[in-house]
């Protein structure tokens, strides 16, 4: 248990749909990743929050926007879904400062994933 | 934009065998980490390194990093059944920030299959 939990675990919609996907980091962990992974497209980095604030944007669509709350939490918002968003999406989060007690602060835990399915 | 490629894309190997994954990036990286995924699982974090021409053991794994930190290689010696999986690189472009450490770009990965 990598302490990262994400809700839903599993998600079934319908073309032209909107979902929000939940991400809640661990303990102490300021920084929050949004991944997408599909089978031919392996790992892609989405987005970057840092307590609160975006700090890394990667091959995120114009459909997709994400935010992080003042607890920490993260949501993770897909709109006008097509087939090919059909995914698994991985939150992770990590320290987010300069090594701490020892321990690399770029380590990213991951959550479980959540499994997109658009029909 | 930022490339980390990874080969092979897939390694089956008869247990007891020696295996290695490479990664090569395209721009000079901060540093690399590196994660196995175990088959339905989330991807979880091996090791990082930061310094040029870098080597870190942890018991039959031995990790990598390049004099010109643009590549980076994982060996894993007298593989088990256990170690089955895929192996990603992800790398950290220039200077990684004060506070935050920023976006990693993943290789592709490679997946290990070992055949008892």
């Known amino acids: 248990d990598s302490g990262v939990t994400q809700t839903p675990k599993h998600l079934i919609t319908a073309t032209g749909q909107r979902v929000t996907l939940r991400c809640s980091p661990r303990?102490?962990?300021?920084?929050v990743y949004w991944y997408q992974q599909s089978l031919d497209q392996g790992l892609q980095f989405l987005i970057q929050?840092?307590?609160?604030?975006?700090?890394a944007k990667g091959n995120i669509l114009e459909r997709f926007s994400a935010q992080q709350f003042p607890d920490l939490h993260s949501e993770l918002n897909l709109s006008s879904l097509e087939l090919g968003d059909s995914a698994l999406y991985f939150c992770?989060?990590?320290?987010?400062?300069?090594?701490?007690?020892?321990?690399?602060?770029?380590?990213?835990?991951f959550g479980p994933g959540t499994r997109l399915t658009v029909l | 934009g930022q490339q980390v490629m990874q080969i092979p894309q897939y390694q089956h190997v008869q247990e007891g065998e020696d295996f290695t994954t490479y990664c090569n990036s395209s721009?000079?990286?901060?540093?690399i980490q590196w994660y196995k995924q175990r088959p339905g699982g989330h991807p979880v974090f091996l090791i990082q390194?930061?310094?040029?021409?870098e080597v870190k053991k942890q018991k039959r794994l031995t990790f990598q990093f390049g004099e010109a930190k643009k590549n980076s290689s994982l060996h894993i010696t007298a593989t088990q059944t256990t170690d089955v999986g895929t192996y990603f690189c992800?790398?950290?472009?220039?200077?990684?920030?004060?506070?935050?450490?920023?976006?990693?770009?993943f290789g592709q990965g490679t997946i290990l299959t070992v055949h008892p």
């Open positions: 303990s102490g962990d300021l920084s």
């Open positions: 992770a989060s990590s320290v987010g400062v300069s090594m701490i007690g020892g321990r690399a602060a770029g380590e990213q835990f």
């Open positions: 929050y840092y307590n609160g604030e975006e700090r």
């Open positions: 390194l930061v310094k040029s021409g």
């Open positions: 721009t000079t990286l901060s540093n």
């Open positions: 992800a790398g950290t472009l220039g200077n990684a920030g004060g506070t935050s450490y920023g976006k990693l770009t």
